[in-house]
Structure formats: structure tokens, C-alpha cells
């Protein structure tokens, strides 16, 4: 039996018959001798004699056993010799995003895409960079070049290799691959966090741009903006979103495209995919017949919204069939009805939420106070017809709905049966399915998760700072809105696994910083310590926290 001491450098020394005396360098270690029952030195090495041993040979031996230890470990073997302070940079945040980005299986997507393609330029990390730019410190392409060069700290790539042209290219390159890319990454998606994939949801919305005149052919067109500036040319952006909240593909339409013509594509695009049995959750924008039979083709169904006040035949019987409300989660209450017989049978679920039954009858309560006062103060038109006050308030998008004139009178007055109406739909809303085996709770709890990508297009627009857009080009706007897809997928993956909100995760983060340090013997980068705050997050992330020691 063997017993190991450690290994050490030790020196023996021998007297000569002249009295001298000669100092020998051994490397040695304990071992233990079962009869002596005791550790004894045994030999390894012989250096040789103290003043004829090699130093730059044992300086290499030294160098060469420090690669087998970490930085941390190699600098605590290191003198205690001053470091000067150089600089410092953030590193929480891209270090964060930068796993999640290779958990993802970005890295080798990408060089899969790109494996024909010969870039002298990092292509992977140029478009890792981008997109963590868009998560981190929206900047517009030479901002974003001048935070890779100067402020961020991305792991594998040369500052010096960033330049603004190499951007273009990894965004044209993104561009070209666009429906390979985001298949496989759906793939890599669903692999990795297991997703249930049986509810899809789908949303558009718009983004302005501030210039003045387009041409007929330019993408950025003036159409419905929902982002109240119909003066401005617009482009319409669409997005499917998993009931996790992750967004799996993006499209990108003509300013002028109603919501109700890009199902039939939504649909199309997504027919590869092999998603299976899928439900499509959309909102009362996109409910046409057509677009309901788009959805149910290739075994589809949906679940859809409809317009409580379209005065559809259908949708008034729904409203006024008798029934039990009956008890669902998340302070919901839903009712089942059956409008119909056979094929044309349609089923609906009525909706109601009790609290915001009071919602919105405190506010409808509060608004024809409002107005009450609004018709004092105007007083009755008079022979000469309405003043600009009457007009103003006859087209108030929320008063003019309450107010009637009465012909013979010429009178302006609250309607009271409008507001009887109104009393009816506080607090509810009706929904559309195709699908008979979904219960009336899935139904309900799942259009409400459509607030996830309200929640998508909110981060886009705030958080990742969607516009300004500084592109003209319809390429260039393209891409655009693919990186901000890239930065939201690794956005919504950091709020889901920590359960916090970006905004939160981004301040926390931001506060971890990369440090150089200048001595004689080299440069030395080495991180803030870490908060009980910032260790958490990182677990809770289920990623790794950035080494102390980068690099020596």
C-alpha cells in the first residue's frame, strides 16, 4: 500500500573530505514504507547541483505544470507583486446571454448555414454580437460597431475585427438564411426546454418610420398604425409565440397589409415545421372565414376572438343564450353555447371576469360624469347649428359612442339604452373554436395567454428598442427585425427561467465588470466579485457564472 505525500523540491547537501560542502536540487515525494511504518522521500527527479541547475529550464517545468491548473489557481502561485488598474468593462450580461445563445445551438446553426460561405470575419460572433447589442445597449449599426470595439466584452471576438461592413454582411447572410434559420432554431428551442407546442399564438404589430414621402414599392407604407401615428409609413411585423412565451418566427409585411390577409401565409410558412396537432390562438383582428378555414387546414383548429359589438346575428345570439357562468382559475368565469346543428354547428365560450365587471363600470361611471359635464358646459346647439365643441365631442372616440341627437329637437343627449348595451359587455368577451375536445377552461386560460405576445411586442419596442430603425433598404429592415427576434428569444428564455423581468436581469447583470490589471509580468483580466444577489441570478439563469480570472 502506497501513501502519497504530495511531490516538493528539496535540497540534500554532502560534505566533501576538503571540507567543502555540495548542495543538490531533487524533485521528491512521500511515500509511505509499510515496515518503517513511516513516510519516507522518495527521489523523482535529480536536478543536479545547485549552482550548475538550469533556472529557465525549471521555469518552463513551472509553465508547463500551470496549464493543468485554473487562472486562479496560477495566480495564487504568482508573487505578491502591485497590479495597476487599467480599464474596465460590463460582462455580466453578455456572458449571460452568451450561454443561453450556445445552449440554443446557435453557434453551430450558423456555421452549418455558413459552412459553403468563406468569411473572413467572425461571422457567428458578429451576429451574437448584434443581437446581444439589441438586448443590452440598443445602438443603431455604427453605434453597435463602435460598442463591440470599445464597450462590450463578447467572448472570441477581436475587437479589432469588428467593422461596420462585416456587420452588413452578417446581416445580409442572416437575411438570406432567414426560413432555415428559424426552423432549426425552433428545433433547438423545443429540444432543449421540452416546450408543448399544441397552442401557437399569433399577433402583428406595427413599427413607424420618421420621414416623410415613399415610393409605391417601398415596403414602409401608411396604413392602420397601432402605435397612433398614421401620418408616418410604416411596416406591419408578425410574430408567433409558443404559451412559454417563446417567439419561434417572425414576418415582415408592406405598412399597408390588414391583419385579416397574412393567415393564409402564417399558416403556409409554418406547414414544414411538423408541429403536429396545433391550435392557433389569434385576436379579433384576424377573424374572417377564410382566415378560420386557413386555420384548420392540414388537421389544424384554432381558438379565435370575436367582436362583441359587430352586430353579427351570431354573435348577438352567444351574448343573450341563457346560462350558468361556472368557475374557472385566474378569476375567470365561462359559459358554453352551441349555436347551430351538424357541420354548421359553432361552438363559443362566453367569458366574464368578475373584477373587471367593476372595472368597467367605475370607468364607464366616470365618463358619463365627464360628459354630463362636457354638455352643461357646451350648453344645446342653437339655430345656427353645432359649435366645434359639439362636433369634437359627437366624433370622441369614447363620448361621441354615449351621445344621440334627437331629430326634432336638435338636441344633444346620453343615450341610455347605448349605455344599458355597454352595461351587458362589462367584463366580458366571446370566443370561437374549431376544436370539440378542448374544455371550456383551456379554451379561456389559453386566449388569455395571447398576452404574451402583447408582452413580446412590448420588449421590442422598450426594452430592445425596435425604433428608431435606421434603414431605408427593404433588406436592411428585414434584418433588423430578425436580430430583435434573435435578442427576444434570449430575452424571454432569461424572464422564464429566472422569473424576473429583463429590466431587472439587465440591471443586476450590468453591475458584473471585467477588470485589467497591468504588472510586470503581463496583463491580467479578472471580474468584480459577485453579490449573493448576482450568484443567485446566475442559478436561477442555470448558467454557469464568468470565471474570476478571464485570462493572464
Request: net charge positive; aromatic share 8%; with cysteine.
Amino acid at each position: 500500500m502506497l501513501y502519497h505525500m504530495g511531490m516538493f523540491i528539496r535540497t540534500t547537501s554532502r560534505r566533501n573530505k576538503d571540507g567543502s560542502t555540495v548542495t543538490y536540487v531533487q524533485l521528491a515525494h512521500n511515500q509511505w514504507d509499510p515496515q518503517a511504518r513511516c513516510a519516507k522521500a522518495k527521489v523523482l527527479y535529480n536536478f543536479g547541483r545547485a549552482e550548475q541547475v538550469d533556472q529557465e529550464a525549471l521555469k518552463r517545468l513551472v509553465g508547463s505544470i500551470t496549464r493543468f491548473l485554473g487562472p486562479e489557481e496560477a495566480l495564487a502561485l504568482q508573487s505578491n507583486e502591485a497590479l495597476s488598474f487599467q480599464e474596465c468593462h460590463p460582462w455580466g450580461g453578455s456572458w449571460a446571454l452568451d450561454q443561453l445563445w450556445a445552449e440554443l445551438g446557435l453557434p453551430k446553426i450558423i456555421s452549418r448555414l455558413a459552412a459553403s460561405r468563406k468569411f473572413q470575419a467572425p461571422l457567428e460572433r458578429l451576429l451574437f454580437g448584434l443581437a446581444a447589442n439589441r438586448a443590452l445597449d440598443p445602438a443603431s449599426k455604427r453605434g453597435a460597431a463602435e460598442w463591440l470595439r470599445e464597450e462590450a466584452v463578447i467572448e472570441g471576438l477581436d475587437p479589432s475585427s469588428v467593422q461596420l461592413q462585416s456587420l452588413y454582411r452578417a446581416m445580409d447572410f442572416l437575411l438570406e438564411n432567414q426560413s432555415e434559420l428559424e426552423h432549426q432554431v425552433y428545433c433547438s428551442v423545443v429540444d432543449l426546454l421540452n416546450l408543448e407546442v399544441d397552442l401557437l399564438y399569433f399577433d402583428t404589430t406595427s413599427t413607424y418610420f420618421q420621414v416623410e414621402d415613399v415610393s409605391e414599392d417601398d415596403l414602409r407604407q401608411r396604413g392602420h398604425s397601432k402605435d397612433h401615428r398614421p401620418d408616418l409609413p410604416q411596416v406591419v411585423i408578425g410574430l408567433a409565440v409558443t404559451r412559454e412565451g417563446i417567439p419561434i418566427r417572425s414576418w415582415v409585411w408592406p405598412g399597408q397589409t390588414a391583419d385579416v390577409s397574412v393567415v393564409e401565409q402564417v399558416k403556409r410558412d409554418l406547414v414544414g415545421w411538423k408541429l403536429g396537432r396545433v391550435i392557433s390562438v389569434v385576436d379579433r383582428g384576424f377573424i374572417s372565414e377564410k382566415n378560420l378555414k386557413a386555420l384548420q387546414r392540414t388537421g389544424g383548429h384554432y381558438i379565435a376572438g370575436e367582436k362583441l359589438r359587430d352586430g353579427k346575428g351570431r354573435t348577438e345570439e352567444a351574448l343573450s343564450r341563457p346560462g350558468r357562468y361556472h368557475s374557472v382559475r385566474d378569476n375567470l368565469e365561462v359559459k358554453e353555447i352551441f349555436i347551430g346543428e351538424g357541420e354548421a354547428r359553432l361552438r363559443y365560450i362566453l367569458v366574464r371576469n368578475p373584477k373587471q365587471v367593476e372595472r368597467d363600470r367605475a370607468k364607464r361611471e366616470e365618463l358619463l360624469l365627464e360628459l354630463e359635464g362636457e354638455l352643461t358646459r357646451l350648453g344645446q346647439p342653437n339655430q345656427k347649428g353645432y359649435s366645434k365643441g359639439h362636433c369634437a365631442l359627437i366624433s370622441h372616440p369614447s363620448y361621441g359612442r354615449f351621445l344621440k341627437l334627437e331629430r326634432e329637437k336638435g338636441k344633444l343627449s346620453i343615450d341610455k339604452e347605448k349605455v344599458k348595451e355597454e352595461e351587458r359587455l362589462d367584463g366580458k368577451y366571446l370566443l370561437r373554436t374549431s376544436d370539440d375536445t378542448l374544455s371550456p377552461e383551456d379554451i379561456a386560460l389559453g386566449y388569455k395567454q395571447l398576452l404574451l405576445v402583447e408582452a413580446s411586442f412590448r420588449s421590442l419596442k422598450t426594452s430592445l428598442e425596435l425604433r428608431p430603425v435606421y434603414h431605408r433598404l427593404e433588406d436592411r429592415i428585414r434584418a433588423h427585425v430578425l436580430l430583435c427576434w434573435l435578442a427576444l428569444l434570449l430575452v424571454r428564455l432569461a424572464e422564464n427561467r429566472s422569473g424576473q423581468t429583463w429590466g431587472r436581469i439587465r440591471q443586476i447583470l450590468g453591475q458584473v465588470y471585467l477588470g485589467k490589471f497591468q504588472g510586470s509580468a503581463g496583463t491580467l483580466w479578472q471580474r468584480t466579485e459577485l453579490s449573493q444577489e448576482q450568484e443567485n441570478l446566475f442559478k436561477s439563469l442555470g448558467i454557469p457564472p464568468p470565471p474570476k480570472i478571464s485570462r493572464i
